[in-house]
């Protein structure tokens, strides 16, 4: 009973930024936490940030770390993955999940999925 709406994806150049958004709705109540998970073709889905709905807990992936920050807007419901330094690499189909439990860094700990949004970064 929570649906995720992504938004902000693109194609950008090497060295570039893009803010993506995550607007959740339904029963935002029963968010623990949310997390952003990224897919490239002929590979696993990768974690690559999370936050708990407080906003007062965040983790990240190694990869993304001094690149990429997590943030929360409590009052709009959104969750905000700004992506600086962008690397080819970082392409991929990125998701805006949650759960309702706990906070994870894992994604079959999340129940809830985003249709997704393609980051392109060229060289």
């Known amino acids: 009973q929570v649906t995720l709406v992504e938004s902000g994806g693109g194609l950008v150049q090497a060295g570039d930024s893009l803010r993506l958004s995550c607007a959740a709705s339904?029963?935002?109540?029963?968010?623990?936490?949310t997390g952003w998970f990224r897919q490239a073709p002929g590979k696993g889905r990768e974690f690559v940030a999370a936050i708990n709905w407080s906003g007062l807990y965040t983790a990240l992936a190694d990869s993304v770390k001094g690149r990429f920050t997590i943030s929360r807007d409590n009052a709009k419901n959104m969750v905000i993955l700004q992506m600086n330094s962008l690397k080819p690499e970082d392409t991929a189909g990125y998701y805006c999940?949650?759960?309702?439990?706990?906070?994870?860094?894992?994604?079959?700990?999340?129940?809830?999925w985003g249709q997704g949004t393609q980051v392109t970064v060229s060289s």
């Open positions: 999940a949650a759960t309702g439990f706990g906070f994870s860094t894992r994604d079959y700990d999340y129940a809830y």
């Open positions: 339904g029963r935002t109540s029963t968010i623990s936490a």
